[in-house]
């Protein structure tokens, strides 16, 4: 079993950047496939980006592809989302997950473990 922490949201202006990380526990953090999802007010939650056990395999959306990079590191248990030329419309509250798969995945119902949120405002 894995517990996730968010952190890193905020308030930032248009254009801006900002930096995600999530923080694992347990021993087996390296075991998991990971990925970060948002939900905006009024609206599902959503895919953003993934990335396998070992971090050489990633998937974006396409709405934050080039903009957005994700990353982890397994010594230290942590995973990031870097998030860079932001806009207005990624106003979300940003969830971590983890899969029980080395595998990354972009379908929400694989994921196993998810955190509690970490909310991002960016204002135009």
């Known amino acids: 079993q894995v517990q996730l922490v968010e952190s890193g949201g905020g308030l930032v202006q248009a254009g801006g950047s900002l930096r995600l990380s999530c923080a694992g526990s347990?021993?087996?953090?390296?075991?998991?496939?990971m990925g970060w999802f948002r939900q905006a007010p009024g609206k599902e939650r959503e895919f953003v980006a993934a990335l396998n056990w070992a971090g050489g395999s990633t998937y974006y959306a396409d709405s934050v592809k080039g903009r957005f990079t994700i990353s982890r590191d397994n010594a230290k248990k942590v995973m990031y989302l870097q998030m860079n030329s932001l806009k207005p419309e990624d106003t979300a509250v940003y969830y971590c997950?983890?899969?029980?798969?080395?595998?990354?995945?972009?379908?929400?119902?694989?994921?196993?473990?998810w955190g509690q949120g970490t909310r991002v405002t960016v204002s135009s």
């Open positions: 997950a983890a899969a029980r798969r080395l595998g990354a995945t972009i379908e929400m119902e694989m994921y196993d473990y």
């Open positions: 347990g021993r087996t953090f390296s075991m998991y496939a």
